[in-house]
């Protein structure tokens, strides 16, 4: 009778912790619940500086799934989900193309939180209280376009409030968050150029 009542114990205990084990959170645990406050929102908008090749930009996003919008001082950029058009307010041209995977990461280094999941191992770092890192490495390291990731996340709204992109060129690209919230559904329009509001010296499409 004792033996059952030890092995019924032990079983429990074995339970308890399997189930402990299986709910340590991961990287990809922490980058999922980033995602998908993103991807489930009808929108986010953030505020950051971007900084890459030495130079910084104060820059505002809005993101909405695949597309988006960006503010800088000298350029506009919009991305349907296909489509890119880049504004620059200085030259008043316009450069229309179908942008890489490689070059929205450059202007937008959000869009890594798109594709995590089936191109990246996530490695959960240690953090300050209050946020959670996860390191970012391609699982195809030959054909990846980013060498490595980390992205800072706030451990309340499970938003992003840093990512720094290291491309295969050795290039680094920090966005360093200074506010990001989810707001409300937007538009087609918000993420595509319309001529009719802008001065247009030229337009230069690459498609």
């Known amino acids: 009778m004792k033996k059952s009542i030890l092995i019924a114990i032990l079983a429990i205990f074995v339970g308890f912790t399997a ?25 986010v908008s953030a505020k950051f500086t971007l900084t890459a ?9 809005t993101v909405a799934k695949q597309k988006y919008a960006m503010v800088t001082p000298q350029v506009r950029i919009w991305y349907n989900g296909l489509t890119q058009w880049v504004y620059n307010s200085q030259t ?16 937008n280094p959000f869009s890594i939180l798109n594709s995590y999941a089936k191109a990246y191992d996530c490695r959960l770092l240690k953090a300050q209280p209050g946020e959670k890192v996860v390191e970012l490495t391609p699982k195809n390291t030959k054909n990846a376009s980013v060498r490595t990731a980390t992205v800072h996340i706030d451990s309340k709204t499970s938003l992003p409030t840093k990512i720094t992109v290291t491309m295969p060129d050795g290039k680094v690209v920090n966005a360093q968050v200074t506010s990001c919230a989810v707001g409300k559904a937007l538009p087609a329009q918000a993420f595509m150029f319309n001529k009719a509001d802008y001065k247009i010296s030229e337009t230069i499409d690459l498609r």
């Open 19 to 43: 189930r402990a084990v299986r709910h340590v959170e991961t990287g990809a645990d922490v980058m999922g619940a980033c995602a998908a406050k993103i991807d489930k929102a009808p929108s």
């Open 53 to 61: 090749g030495g130079q910084k930009l104060a820059c505002a996003l």
């Open 92 to 107: 008043h041209e316009v450069t229309v193309s179908e942008p890489t995977s490689d070059e929205i990461m450059e202007t």
